[in-house]
Nanobody
Framework: QVQLVESGGGLVQAGGSLKLSCAAS????????MGWFRQAPGNEREFVAA????????NYADSVQGRFTITRDNAKNTLYLQMSSLKPEDTAVYYC???????????????????WGQGTQVTVSS
């Protein structure tokens, strides 16, 4: 089993930046594809960014391309999401996810992930 814990969320003004972290425990995620998703009130969970097991390949939603950067540190068993030029429409609960090591990634579909964190709130004020 893998436990994922997100941190780094908070309140920021439009145009600002935040860096989210997702710490994995229980077993290593160094062979797992990982990703970030978000869910705003009244909306379905949507894909934000994904990264393959080694960090050599990434994929982004069009809405965050050029503003967000996903990275990982396998030595620390941690996933990151650097968010810049934040907009009010980025307001949501952000979740990290990991697959169990079956697939190389990056993976855009939420259904293929096996483990999820509890989420961290990001609020962008206008």
């Amino acid at each position: 089993q893998v436990q994922l814990v997100e941190s780094g969320g908070g309140l920021v003004q439009a145009g600002g930046s935040l860096k989210l972290s997702c710490a994995a425990s229980g077993r290593t995620c160094s062979s797992s594809a990982m990703g970030w998703f978000r869910q705003a009130p009244g909306n379905e969970r949507e894909f934000v960014a994904a990264i393959n097991w080694s960090g050599s390949s990434t994929n982004y939603a069009d809405s965050v391309q050029g503003r967000f950067t996903i990275t990982r540190d396998n030595a620390k068993n941690t996933l990151y999401l650097q968010m810049s030029s934040l907009k009010p429409e980025d307001t949501a609960v952000y979740y990290c996810a990991a697959d169990r090591g079956r697939l190389a990634g990056p993976l855009r579909s939420a259904s293929v992930y096996d483990y999820w964190g509890q989420g961290t709130q990001v609020t962008v004020s206008s």
